[in-house]
């Protein structure tokens, strides 16, 4: 998996803007957001999608919904947020290593997102 983004960036190859590391996970923000706050975490270990997790990889799945209201807390997300796994083709999984999006601001997120437009 040396090839993975998300690998190369836990191996600090790729810098990002984390939020949160520990020995298992890793939550920074997306480089293209979704909401005006867009942060993904991710496993350290390389779990291609949640279709493909087992119960090898349970302590850690349970690690990352565990802090994930930790997390959207430390940016601000007090008053809510959403979370998001995309699994496959077929779920729009872009990054082929299991991530968690949590997107949120401060006004309600509506039904359906876009990408953010750069200003």
Not at 10 to 36: Q, S, T
């Amino acid at each position: 998996m040396s090839e993975c983004i998300f690998c190369r960036i836990v191996r600090g190859e790729i810098p990002c803007r984390k939020v949160y590391e520990d020995e298992d996970m890793l939550a920074f923000h997306d480089i293209n957001p979704w909401a005006p706050v867009h942060v993904l975490i991710i496993p350290k270990q390389h779990i291609v999608s949640l279709a493909t997790a087992d119960a090898s990889n349970q302590a850690v799945l349970g690690k990352i919904l565990a802090r994930t209201g930790d997390i959207a807390r430390s940016q601000g997300l007090n008053d809510g947020f959403r979370t998001v796994i995309n699994s496959g083709r077929i779920g729009n999984q872009e990054v082929y290593h299991l991530h968690l999006h949590i997107l949120g601001g401060p006004e309600p997120l509506g039904g359906s997102l876009k990408p953010m437009t750069k200003k």
